[in-house]
């Protein structure tokens, strides 16, 4: 297995079982208690005055969108280094997407690069916190013009500190997933919104369950995207342990950060604990020299491995983009994910040991620290 989900889920195996035998007990699925009780939750741990709890993490981000009353073409600047969603939901609204490069030393968008490409018709960027590390927000804010709003993928970093806040309280919107392997990860798909504009949350609150702000009286066109009661209890569980959770998950972090420099081989961001800033690493990725002679030493191993991502945004969806970023390119072509989520101690150990054989084998895998 790549994520080891029945380590966490076992440890904390009775108390959701009683959570969902009551939720089941309570016969209310949709909308049941448990679901404003999450939210107010969300809420008091992030600091945000407003919480949403929708279908998916990819829900989060295209009701985001449909919130702030955009046109067809609109400009929408994201990032060229993502997972699907973030264009995705760009393309279903019939928005114009902009993509920038990558900084290839966070493998988060370059912001050195968006002012060049905001004009008029620029009305949103999206940033995401890939793998758990934070985007530079104060970079961004200081180039952000008055009318553009700033959404955060933040599917990836829940539980992250930016200037000493939750990293999900400081874009105009922004977003999560519960999806199994998140941080916050529930048993099956779910999403949450967050916000401090009280005109954004009052649309969004709508478009969520068919538009509607009454039963059958509905004012725009919304989606189906209901967290489900049982979901919800099943989070307010895991929310109770999470920084218990995001402390192992650091450690593991540390711990293939310190392996890899003691074998002087660098090419993944490093740990950044402060109390103004502090990661919420969701899973290791290390650019390699030879991606393909490395992924066949780990299947001789038995050590798993995940490509996040193979394919720039711009390349998705038969897009006609004539765009070749270099670092976004680069980045496609030797990122390499490894064993990671709910870790258990006996395997993580397993694994370095086997690690060690491959480099001994050959260093040429690896980007060597000069």
Known sequence: MFNDLDI????????????????????NFIFGK?????????????????????????????????????????????????????????????????????NIKDFNLDTSKIANLISKKTKVIISTSLFGRTCDFNSIKKILPKKVFLIEDGAQNFGSIYNKKSSLNIANISCTSFFPTKNLGSFGDGGAIFTNNKNIYDKIIILRNHGQKKYSYADLPGLNSRLGTIQASILIEKLSTIKLKLAKQIKLYKNYQEFFLKNKIIGFP????????????????ILVKNRNTFIKELKKNNIDYKIYYPKPLYSQYKLKKNIKYRNTEYICKRIISLPFNDLSKKRSTNIFKKLQKIIFKDRSIFFEKT
Do not use: C, H, M
């Open 8 to 27: 966490y889920n076992q440890n904390k195996k009775k108390k959701i079982v009683k959570s969902i035998n009551k939720a089941i007990d309570e016969n």
């Open 270 to 285: 490093l740990f950044r604990d402060k109390k103004k800033l502090s990661d919420a690493n969701s899973s290791f990725n």
């Open 34 to 102: 448990n679901i404003k009780k999450f939210e107010k939750k969300l809420s008091q741990f992030t600091k945000s005055k407003y919480v949403v709890s929708v279908g998916s993490g990819t829900d989060a981000l295209l009701i985001s969108l449909l919130s702030l009353n955009l046109k067809k073409d609109d400009e929408v600047i994201l990032p060229s280094f993502s997972w699907l969603s973030v264009i995705e939901v760009v393309l279903l609204l019939k928005l114009k997407p902009i993509f920038v490069d990558t």
